[in-house]
């Protein structure tokens, strides 16, 4: 009897040929029925003047539009040199897709082609002085894209338009970012942004808001030429920073602490879902937001990646991630990087569920994850006195920020003479019991002050410090950190931290504002 005659060996055979053809049909990652043929990439030396970015796939902030349903999807990002305010009182030479740092967040779905055209217009003509960077070759590597690099991610010169198309196979929170050499101070000025890929049929949960939060690392120092731009110094990439990881800021979607000026707004209630990307170039992320938990990770933003319960997502260069969670109740809710001294670069944002505008923090709230109270002053004392308050007073007291578990410190120097702040800093433990307004105090705020055994330089720079800020703070509300008068500040880059700077580097330091609990 042949083999094919036998009934029982039949139908073995028939059954794994169907088991096959079925995990076949029902294996979204099965290579045979994804999209890897794409044509040629096309290079012109046409010239484009319209918009830098355009297509119905954007989104230019952090809130993610809804997915467009066109399957073929027309994506345009141009390259541009361009002066942004990276942090308060600075003003940073970038170089952008899009006209932003970061670009536009591009969304598709798996199964979706991607029509892309860019043209390098680094060259275009700038009125006034030029203080940007000289016009030279850029190109675009898509992490989601699976085609040719030599092929698509060519470098075009400007002037220059280079149009290519892929499929998008595979789900996922992906980089996109500038690959002509040297890639590491293209990514490090900016040359970077998000694409986001749905899975075909969805995400296996709703959601109430949606938001992009792309977290990079900036290496700056003060242009050797002195120039400024609207009256803000220039500052320029620092490439002996950039080789030695040794970042001044450490920022969400483009700005020092943006997102604790304009916080992303949510309710009590409410469920959230946020796309992450750390694009680095170099140094991790472990993203953490203080107040929840993430109910559902899915690293790389794919849902078959998946955890629950999660506390933090540790994120390498151009890793990503959706976290999701619930906001349980009102506040403000802090998205921080817990490598701290990323923190205090400006990895530090703010969920606002329920405030009032520009209330960014409920009252009675003691903890600031490193938002620091107020810019630093010029004055090496002062300065000092700021770091040592912001170690050690910031959970209780703020500067212009509104009252905590003591009162807030702004003015106190016009309110008590020196001798006596002298002598409530150097033995305050006493003076609640021997001073009368001593005992006012501790009567009005039930928490007694400890004593932090402070020597006599030491409180002198605290009080330098306060008649700093009672001088040339600036108070906007009850919003931290407060800004100061012109001149009377470093920008963050330059005020101290824990970032290692490499031997013989001339240290522009950058902020620290680590935080206690004493009061």
Same mark, same amino acid.
């Given at each position: ?190 040359m970077y942004g998000m694409m986001i890929v749905e899975p075909r049929k969805g995400y296996p949960t709703k959601v109430d808001r ?35 990881? !040794? @970042? $001044?800021?450490? %920022? ?6 943006? =997102?604790?000026? +304009?916080? *992303? ?110 810019? !630093? @002053? $010029?004055?090496? %004392? ?6 040592? =308050?912001?170690? +050690?007073? *910031? ?71 306060f008649k700093w800020a009672d001088e040339h703070v600036k108070p906007q509300g009850k919003v931290q950190p407060q800004p100061a ?35």
């Amino acid at each position: 009897m042949r083999l094919s005659q036998h009934p029982r060996v039949c139908a073995a055979v028939l059954g794994c040929a169907l088991l096959v053809a079925c995990t076949t049909l029902d294996d979204p990652y099965d290579v045979r029925n994804m999209d890897l043929k794409s044509p040629p990439a096309v290079v012109t030396s046409t010239r484009y003047t319209g918009p830098y970015a355009a297509g119905s796939a954007l989104s230019m902030d952090a809130t993610v539009r809804p997915l467009s349903p066109e399957p073929v999807k027309e994506v345009r990002l141009d390259t541009t040199h361009k002066i942004i305010d990276l942090a308060p009182g600075v003003k940073f030479s970038a170089w952008t897709f899009g006209d932003t740092v970061p670009g536009p967040v591009v969304r598709a779905r798996v199964g979706d082609r991607i029509k892309f055209t860019m043209t390098n217009r680094s060259d275009e003509p700038i009125p006034g002085v030029r203080v940007t960077a000289a016009p030279m070759m850029h190109s675009m590597d898509f992490h989601s894209a699976m085609v040719s690099p030599q092929d698509k991610y060519r470098s075009i010169a400007p002037g220059q338009t280079i149009s290519f198309e892929f499929t998008a196979n595979y789900p996922g929170v992906y980089m996109y970012h500038c690959g002509t050499p040297m890639v590491l101070e293209h990514i490090a000025s900016g040359m970077y942004g998000m694409m986001i890929v749905e899975p075909r049929k969805g995400y296996p949960t709703k959601v109430d808001r949606e938001y992009a939060v792309v977290q990079s690392e900036f290496y700056t120092k003060p242009d050797p030429d002195k120039r400024q731009v609207d009256g803000v110094p220039l500052y320029l990439l620092d490439g002996d920073r950039v080789r030695a990881k !040794a @970042p $001044t800021y450490t %920022v969400f979607n483009g700005k020092y602490n943006g =997102f604790v000026d +304009k916080p *992303l707004p949510a309710q009590p209630g409410e469920r959230v879902r946020l796309f992450v990307l750390n694009v680095g170039p170099s140094n991790t992320s472990s993203f953490h937001v203080v107040g929840t938990i993430f109910d559902r990770v899915w690293m790389e933003g794919n849902p078959d990646n998946q955890w629950r319960g999660a506390q933090t997502v540790l994120l390498g260069s151009s890793n990503g991630a959706i976290v999701e969670f619930l906001v349980p109740e009102k506040g403000s809710y802090v998205m921080v990087d817990h490598h701290f001294a990323n923190a205090s670069q400006g990895a530090i944002g703010l969920i606002a569920a329920g405030g009032g505008a520009g209330d960014h923090a409920p009252a009675g709230d003691p903890e600031h994850h490193n938002i620091p109270a107020t810019a !630093a @002053p $010029t004055d090496p %004392v002062a300065q000092r006195g700021k770091l040592d =308050f912001e170690s +050690k007073c *910031l959970a209780c007291h703020s500067i212009a920020g509104g009252d905590k578990l003591g009162p807030d410190l702004y003015g106190v120097s016009r309110r008590r003479d020196e001798a006596w702040l002298f002598r409530w800093m150097k033995d305050p433990e006493r003076m609640a019991q021997t001073d009368e307004l001593g005992r006012k105090l501790l009567e009005q705020w039930k928490v007694p002050m400890p004593n932090q055994n402070l020597s006599d330089q030491e409180v002198r720079q605290y009080i330098a410090y306060f008649k700093w800020a009672d001088e040339h703070v600036k108070p906007q509300g009850k919003v931290q950190p407060q800004p100061a008068s012109p001149g009377a500040a470093l920008s963050p880059s330059e005020t101290k931290s824990a970032t290692p700077i490499p031997p013989g580097t001339k240290q522009p330091s950058s902020p620290a504002t680590t935080k206690g609990h004493a009061h």
